[in-house]
T-cell receptor
Framework: DTAVSQTPKYLVTQMGNDKSIKCEQN?????MYWYKQDSKKFLKIMFS???????INETVPNRFSPKSPDKAHLNLHINSLELGDSAVYFC?????????????FGPGTRLTVT | AQRVTQPEKLLSVFKGAPVELKCNYS??????LFWYVQYSRQRLQLLLR??SRESIKGFTADLNKGETSFHLKKPFAQEEDSAMYYC??????????FGGGTRLMVKP
């Protein structure tokens, strides 16, 4: 009974391509997030999304765009993929935007750009 | 800007030894701090948060605003504690800033 799921688990693609990663949560949460984990295991927030309000980490290139068809889904679209985009991408969700809410993480999607 | 620092990338101890994973933060507001853990082949999950002042799996963490630290401690390490530990600070939008992580290895 998975709480936060991501597809695909692995994604291998070439530079310049456009790809999407899907995320779904069945917890009834209002807020979802995307994080990037680099090769040194450093985790960095990319976006948070709550009731159609998007909060972007200013360091994220505009090639990355989150899209939320409904409250339970937050997909990540990446245009013109670059080698440096290779990483593990984690989706997460929480009840809301309050800073005390626990975040529940998905299993991650390993993206490899060749 | 907020920052979280975990000075040790790897911490190796023997079973039964005390453990302290260090975390220091930099934040202009009132910090909300967490420890998240990632066991092998499992997803990242919350271990504990400073606001609840609880002990989970024998771990505790005290927020020291004077030293801007939130170190994670356990008096007697177990092999099953081996994992990657991340200290995190939550800021507006509930966006987490993570430290670089510390891999804890507990040897038998």
């Amino acid at each position: 009974d998975t709480a936060v799921s991501q597809t695909p688990k692995y994604l291998v693609t070439q530079m310049g391509n456009d790809k999407s990663i899907k995320c779904e949560q069945n917890l009834g949460h209002d807020t979802m997030y995307w994080y990037k984990q680099d090769s040194k295991k450093f985790l960095k927030i990319m976006f948070s999304y709550n009731n159609k309000e998007l909060i972007i980490n200013e360091t994220v290139p505009n090639r990355f765009s989150p899209k939320s068809p409904d409250k339970a889904h937050l997909n990540l679209h990446i245009n013109s993929l670059e080698l440096g985009d290779s990483a593990v991408y984690f989706c997460a969700s929480s009840q809301g935007l309050a800073v005390t809410y626990e975040q529940y993480f998905g299993p991650g999607t390993r993206l490899t750009v060749t | 800007a907020q920052r979280v620092t975990q000075p040790e990338k790897l911490l190796s101890v023997f079973k039964g030894a005390p453990v302290e994973l260090k975390c220091n933060y930099s934040y202009s507001g009132s910090p909300e701090l967490f420890w998240y853990v990632q066991y092998s082949r499992q997803r990242l999950q919350l271990l504990l948060r400073h606001i609840s002042r609880e002990s989970i799996k024998g771990f505790t963490a005290d927020l020291n605003k004077g030293e801007t630290s939130f170190h994670l401690k356990k008096p007697f390490a177990q092999e099953e504690d081996s994992a990657m530990y991340y200290c995190a600070l939550s800021h507006p939008g509930n966006m987490l800033t993570f430290g670089g992580g510390t891999r804890l290895m507990v040897k038998p």
